[in-house]
């Protein structure tokens, strides 16, 4: 059995984070992520923008100043999905932080004083302490309001691949946060590759 001081659930942004500060600080950690580094992430479009600022001047996209996202080839002030999970990925590999691939935590119990037993594919892990940074990103959420249930065409804003679909359609777009403000941008202005100038259009 594997015993740990503590073990991190998860290898997005919130568990990598934690697995930095967590080595920086000599505590014997393990991060546990049941697919790849940043897996939330890769399950949506790659080329979708991030309205985070990513460069030196202002940069809101960085977990870390140690290793910022800026550093990297990536487009600029904004950049997309796909750039931010190589950088998760290289984040990972700058830190060598102490990941465990494909194992995804089946149960969790507790023993006492002795802490947590994580049942994984492989083996069973001891934790006196654990962080759980599945996050939101992953776990998509429909408000229970009348009628959405039964109409296919409501669907949530992880499951968006391209606005073409949209196409001399109306539509509604229900939150204000950033997957909402980066979906009308991108239904709204025909932008060319590269640019983060787009000329309006109406879909």
Same mark, same amino acid.
């Given at each position: ?60 996209? @960085? ?69 759980? @940074? ?22 949530? @804003? ?46």
């Amino acid at each position: 059995m594997i015993e740990k001081e503590l073990v991190i659930i998860g290898a997005g942004p919130a568990g990598l984070k934690a697995g930095e500060e967590a080595k920086r600080h000599e505590i014997d950690y393990l991060i546990l992520e049941k697919g790849k580094v940043g897996q939330a992430w890769r399950d949506i479009r790659t080329n979708m923008p991030m309205l985070s600022p990513c460069h030196p001047q202002r940069d809101w996209t @960085s977990i870390s100043d140690c290793f910022p996202i800026w550093k990297l080839d990536i487009t600029r002030p904004f950049c997309n999905a796909g750039e931010f999970v190589t950088y998760l990925q290289k984040y990972a590999e700058h830190f060598d932080l102490n990941i465990q691939l494909k194992a995804e935590v089946r149960d969790i119990r507790t023993t006492g004083n002795a802490g947590f037993i994580l049942d994984t594919p492989t083996s069973p892990i001891r934790a006196k302490n654990i962080i759980v @940074s599945t996050g939101f990103f992953g776990n998509p959420f429909i408000p229970d309001i009348i009628g959405f249930a039964q109409n296919k065409l409501i669907s949530h @804003s992880h499951f968006y691949k391209s606005p073409h679909v949209f196409k001399r359609k109306r539509v509604a777009i229900l939150g204000g946060g950033n997957s909402a403000a980066e979906i009308a941008i991108e239904i709204s202005f025909e932008r060319k590759p590269g640019s983060t100038v787009g000329t309006k259009r109406w879909i």
